[in-house]
């Protein structure tokens, strides 16, 4: 069986056609968008909003809105809410990725040691006193080394073993956990514990145009070679042995696929902190919707992610005065969602490569 | 600067220390424990950061200072006292790194008669006690709790009618203070909020013990949850819109010239009308006896149409130093605890102030 015929019989053995779901979630997508530019502390009508919006393509001869107004819209809101979806969709595209590739439902950005390892990078930055794209670029190095120690350590003789990899993963994250406390109990505790605490709990608060630019540009290319692999994660999602006896270059893809989604973690972590539990949720849910066809489960992750992001970041920004961070938003979501959706699959008989 | 020499002839001076030396000693703390001593202590460990300067504020030596918090060496580099009692700096800051925690066993090496302990968790006590140590509890954070660490060093030094001066001081400028403000009504006082920290979340002071009415000022942050500080974000800010901004003077690494230079905050009122203003160094420690001044401070900024409320603050400030630790700072230093420099693009500050 050629791995052409093989994409298409995975992709008929789960018939359902993603096109819908995807135009469905695109339209949420875009309106949550708008309602989301809408709310906020600062009381703004929707008109008001859509005025000083449009200003920016044909100038209003009569604004009524203040200088305010203008930069809650359009300094404040608005990229924080386009980072959200950037990041929401990068996460979960992650998520997706390598769940197919490693055939294993546990495993997201932060099993294979990538987030820790960023994390690790931008607590050191801040106690060297170290901001802005030093942070990111130190964040971003941390984040792509710690993933190759991983798949260094996982992999024999050319194969990559998922538990090897799992266990791997445990263990860099472990010993940059023990780094990053280090680093606080250096840290001098009225300025930078607290910025390096509030860092690691991951937030978007202060997310500008710059930043997002910079998330966009690392992260952008990284989820397109993300769905480029998508046919080579279907088939190595049958097994190794099946994808080699295939043809199939599973180490590249391998290589390929893990370095885009540490890029695309390492990214996140850099500009907005550690956000968990996306990447490991958000792809169980699309599987419930779109199959477990790459070539529609990704989109489906992909525009998932973004709505559910955007969704905690409003969370995060509105219930109360301060901003919570959004990571902990995230873990109090992801983790009692996965409990039921763990409870769901094996009432059902457990994920299928078990 | 220099040592102010009181007029009283030095005999009577050794007449009134000896006669201070051979007294007992006995006075209640916050826990209502009875403390007493046969005399004023030799050797006095403290763990509460301020201690140091209320302390000498009334003892006007360092020498009987056995052991301190080493965070309030470190911390009243910041402050004038650096300039102004450069021998706090010398202290031995053994007691405590940072926070309330006691370093037992370092305390005792210096074999105190008595140490001044936080009494908010009774694990932060105990720990003295049982080595046999002579503890004295203060509270916080109530005003009159304030006023009580002055009455209390007084006591325990031997010297009450110092802090009954700097108590004089204080209820004296309070009362002229609430006889010109006390009635102003709410309509027309200067709204402000106190920013402590200027990032990712903008930390305000929502709860000082410092009574804003005194001087024709609402603080728009204020709540009664008795946490001092709270953290909001930029909606937030954009929401409360305050005539003013004050930054303590404790927040050392930031300037008004940080507000104005802000992408985020050219249309707040407070920095378009360039009233962002550092607050002066005698308001460095909310414990500070000299804090009374802030009142009259606040006021000279906050209604600049009520002209001149003191005539000669410089001189007010100069005379409160000589009360307070005995010391006269120089005009380069009052120009300094004024923060001429940092609030020079205030309109009229130097006016005011020069």
Same mark, same amino acid.
Not at chain 1, 323 to 329: M, N, R
Not at chain 2, 171 to 183: H, I, R, V
């Given at each position: 069986?050629?791995?052409?015929?093989?994409?298409?019989?995975?992709?008929?053995?789960?018939?359902?056609?993603?096109?819908?779901?995807?135009?469905?979630?695109?339209?949420?997508?875009?309106?949550?968008?708008?309602?989301?530019?809408?709310?906020?502390?600062?009381?703004?009508?929707?008109?008001?909003?859509?005025?000083?919006?449009?200003?920016?393509?044909?100038?209003?001869?009569?604004?009524?809105?203040?200088?305010?107004?203008?930069?809650?819209?359009?300094?404040?809101?608005?990229?924080?809410?386009?980072?959200?979806?950037?990041?929401?969709?990068?996460?979960?595209?992650?998520?997706?990725?390598?769940?197919?590739?490693?055939?294993?439902?546990?495993?997201?950005?932060?099993?294979?040691?990538?987030?820790?390892?960023?994390?690790?990078?931008?607590?050191?930055?801040?106690?060297?006193?170290?901001?802005?794209?030093?942070?990111?670029?130190?964040?971003?190095?941390?984040?792509?080394?710690?993933?190759?120690?991983?798949?260094?350590?996982?992999?024999?003789?050319?194969?990559?073993?998922?538990?090897?990899?799992?266990?791997?993963?445990?263990?860099?994250?472990?010993?940059?956990?023990?780094?990053?406390?280090?680093?606080?109990?250096?840290?001098?505790?009225?300025?930078?514990?607290?910025?390096?605490?509030?860092?690691?709990?991951?937030?978007?608060?202060?997310?500008?145009?710059?930043?997002?630019?910079?998330?966009?540009?690392?992260?952008?290319?990284?989820?397109?070679?993300?769905?480029?692999?998508?046919?080579?994660?279907?088939?190595?999602?049958?097994?190794?042995?099946?994808?080699?006896?295939?043809?199939?270059?599973?180490?590249?893809?391998?290589?390929?696929?893990?370095?885009?989604?540490?890029?695309?973690?390492?990214?996140?972590?850099?500009?907005?902190?550690?956000?968990?539990?996306?990447?490991?949720?958000?792809?169980?849910?699309?599987?419930?919707?779109?199959?477990?066809?790459?070539?529609?489960?990704?989109? =489906?992750?992909?525009?998932?992610?973004?709505?559910?992001?955007?969704?905690?970041?409003?969370?995060?920004?509105?219930?109360?005065?301060?901003?919570?961070? =959004?990571?902990?938003?995230?873990?109090?979501?992801?983790?009692?969602?996965?409990?039921?959706?763990?409870?769901?699959?094996?009432?059902?008989?457990?994920?299928?490569?078990? | 600067?220099?040592?102010?020499?009181?007029?009283?002839?030095?005999?009577?001076?050794?007449?009134?220390?000896?006669?201070?030396?051979?007294?007992?000693?006995?006075?209640?703390? *916050?826990?209502?424990?009875?403390?007493?001593?046969?005399?004023?202590?030799?050797?006095?460990?403290?763990?509460?950061?301020?201690?140091?300067? %209320?302390?000498?504020?009334?003892?006007?030596?360092?020498?009987?200072?056995?052991?301190?918090?080493?965070?309030?060496?470190?911390?009243?580099?910041?402050?004038?006292?650096?300039?102004?009692?450069?021998?706090?700096?010398?202290?031995?800051?053994?007691?405590?790194?940072?926070?309330?925690?006691?370093?037992?066993?370092?305390?005792?090496?210096?074999?105190?008669?008595?140490?001044?302990?936080?009494?908010?968790?009774?694990?932060?006590?105990?720990?003295?006690?049982?080595?046999?140590?002579?503890?004295?509890?203060?509270?916080?954070?109530?005003?009159?709790?304030?006023?009580?660490?002055?009455?209390?060093?007084?006591?325990?030094?031997? *010297?009450?009618?110092?802090?009954?001066?700097?108590?004089?001081?204080?209820?004296?400028?309070?009362?002229?203070?609430?006889?010109?403000?006390?009635?102003?009504?709410?309509?027309?006082?200067?709204?402000?909020?106190?920013?402590?920290?200027?990032?990712?979340?903008?930390?305000?002071?929502?709860?000082?013990?410092?009574?804003?009415?005194?001087?024709?000022?609402?603080?728009?942050?204020?709540?009664?949850?008795?946490?001092?500080?709270?953290?909001?974000?930029?909606?937030?800010?954009?929401?409360?819109?305050?005539?003013?901004?004050?930054?303590?003077?404790?927040?050392?690494?930031?300037?008004?010239?940080?507000?104005?230079? *802000?992408?985020?905050?050219?249309?707040?009122?407070?920095?378009?009308?360039?009233?962002?203003?550092?607050?002066?160094?005698?308001?460095?420690?909310?414990?500070?006896?000299?804090?009374?001044?802030?009142?009259?401070?606040?006021?000279?900024?906050?209604?600049?149409?009520?002209?001149?409320?003191?005539?000669?603050?410089?001189?007010?400030?100069?005379?409160?130093?000589?009360?307070?630790?005995?010391?006269?700072?120089?005009?380069?230093?009052?120009?300094? %605890?004024?923060?001429?420099?940092?609030?020079?693009?205030?309109?009229?500050?130097?006016?005011?102030?020069?």
């Amino acid at each position: 069986m050629s791995m052409v015929s093989t994409n298409e019989t995975i992709s008929r053995q789960h018939g359902r056609s993603a096109t819908p779901a995807v135009l469905v979630l695109f339209a949420v997508l875009v309106c949550l968008i708008l309602v989301s530019i809408t709310i906020g502390r600062y009381d703004l009508d929707v008109l008001k909003v859509i005025r000083i919006l449009a200003d920016n393509l044909i100038p209003a001869s009569n604004a009524d809105w203040t200088v305010l107004e203008e930069q809650v819209v359009e300094l404040v809101r608005l990229p924080r809410i386009l980072a959200a979806v950037l990041v929401g969709a990068g996460l979960a595209a992650s998520g997706a990725a390598l769940q197919g590739l490693f055939r294993n439902p546990l495993v997201d950005p932060n099993i294979i040691g990538v987030t820790s390892g960023a994390g690790f990078g931008g607590t050191l930055a801040i106690l060297s006193g170290v901001f802005g794209y030093g942070l990111l670029a130190i964040a971003f190095l941390f984040g792509l080394a710690s993933v190759m120690i991983v798949k260094v350590l996982a992999s024999s003789r050319g194969r990559t073993s998922v538990l090897a990899l799992v266990l791997a993963g445990v263990i860099i994250s472990a010993f940059f956990g023990s780094a990053i406390s280090i680093v606080k109990l250096l840290a001098d505790p009225h300025q930078k514990l607290p910025a390096i605490t509030y860092w690691l709990m991951g937030s978007l608060a202060s997310t500008n145009y710059e930043d997002l630019l910079l998330m966009a540009v690392v992260m952008v290319p990284a989820l397109a070679v993300i769905y480029l692999m998508r046919f080579q994660i279907n088939i190595i999602s049958l097994g190794e042995e099946k994808a080699r006896a295939l043809g199939s270059p599973v180490a590249t893809v391998q290589w390929a696929v893990l370095g885009a989604t540490a890029v695309i973690s390492a990214g996140v972590v850099a500009c907005c902190g550690i956000i968990g539990w996306v990447g490991l949720v958000i792809p169980h849910v699309a599987r419930a919707i779109s199959g477990p066809d790459h070539g529609r489960l990704l989109p =489906v992750s992909i525009l998932l992610g973004a709505i559910y992001m955007l969704l905690v970041d409003n969370i995060a920004r509105t219930v109360t005065t301060a901003e919570i961070p =959004v990571g902990i938003i995230t873990s109090l979501i992801g983790v009692p969602v996965f409990a039921v959706l763990l409870r769901r699959m094996q009432s059902r008989g457990g994920w299928k490569s078990d | 600067m220099k040592t102010v020499v009181f007029t009283g002839l030095a005999a009577m001076l050794a007449v009134s220390v000896a006669h201070a030396a051979d007294k007992p000693i006995s006075f209640e703390d *916050h826990r209502g424990q009875k403390i007493e001593l046969a005399a004023p202590p030799e050797r006095i460990a403290t763990i509460i950061r301020a201690a140091p300067f %209320i302390y000498y504020s009334a003892d006007r030596t360092t020498d009987h200072m056995v052991a301190v918090n080493a965070d309030s060496i470190a911390r009243m580099k910041n402050f004038v006292y650096a300039d102004l009692i450069p021998e706090l700096l010398e202290l031995d800051g053994a007691a405590a790194r940072d926070g309330f925690a006691p370093n037992v066993e370092a305390i005792l090496a210096t074999n105190p008669q008595l140490v001044i302990q936080a009494m908010h968790n009774p694990d932060l006590i105990e720990p003295l006690e049982r080595v046999g140590l002579k503890v004295a509890a203060w509270g916080c954070c109530s005003e009159q709790q304030r006023l009580d660490y002055i009455t209390m060093s007084g006591i325990i030094s031997g *010297h009450p009618e110092r802090a009954e001066a700097t108590l004089k001081l204080h209820y004296d400028s309070n009362a002229a203070m609430k006889a010109k403000f006390g009635e102003l009504a709410d309509d027309k006082k200067v709204s402000l909020v106190y920013i402590e920290k200027l990032g990712d979340q903008i930390q305000v002071v929502a709860n000082p013990s410092q009574d804003f009415s005194l001087s024709g000022i609402k603080n728009l942050a204020a709540d009664d949850s008795g946490e001092w500080w709270k953290n909001v974000d930029v909606e937030q800010l954009f929401t409360w819109n305050p005539d003013m901004i004050i930054i303590p003077a404790q927040a050392v690494a930031l300037n008004p010239s940080d507000f104005y230079a *802000h992408p985020l905050l050219s249309g707040m009122d407070a920095v378009k009308n360039k009233r962002v203003y550092k607050v002066p160094k005698f308001n460095a420690s909310p414990d500070s006896p000299e804090l009374f001044l802030s009142a009259v401070w606040l006021a000279m900024v906050a209604h600049p149409e009520m002209g001149p409320i003191d005539q000669d603050f410089r001189k007010t400030v100069r005379d409160a130093y000589v009360t307070i630790y005995g010391r006269e700072p120089d005009d380069a230093l009052v120009n300094r %605890i004024l923060e001429l420099e940092a609030n020079s693009q205030a309109p009229g500050y130097a006016a005011l102030f020069k």
